[in-house]
């Protein structure tokens, strides 16, 4: 658990006993703090749609952790341009739209974009 998790967690107890006074003392101007650290929270934990290089890595962040970042960054080119499959180096991954292309190993996949995010990882953690 890293510290912005525990942050998070701390927010939410923080939450919480602000509900439980709110709802004890009748101190409801108490509730625009209660919504705004919910606001907070839930943009803080939304899981980004991936669009380009930037999402695509915040979303395995997110979703797998640093270390697989890491891995993806270290192993593999991401882009979001294609000009043609003859062109497309080993180790590269094209997001186009909704779907993932990877080219791993002279071979060319191509798959739903949330599907091929965990094959991907998948491929990285057996090498």
Not at 51 to 70: D, L
């Amino acid at each position: 658990m890293n510290v912005k998790e525990l942050y998070k967690i701390m927010l939410v107890g923080i939450n919480s006993t602000l509900m439980i006074i709110i709802a004890d003392l009748k101190t409801y101007i108490l509730i625009l703090l209660v919504i705004l650290l919910s606001i907070y929270l839930i943009e803080e934990s939304r899981i980004p749609n991936i669009k380009n290089e930037k999402t695509f890595y915040k979303y395995i962040s997110m979703v797998y952790g640093k270390n697989a970042e890491e891995l993806v960054r270290k192993k593999f080119i991401v882009t979001t341009q294609l000009q043609s499959m003859n062109t497309l180096k080993d180790n590269t991954i094209v997001i186009n739209g909704n779907n993932l292309i990877i080219k791993f190993n002279s071979k060319v996949i191509t798959m739903n974009l949330y599907e091929g995010i965990d094959y991907l990882i998948n491929i990285i953690k057996n090498s």
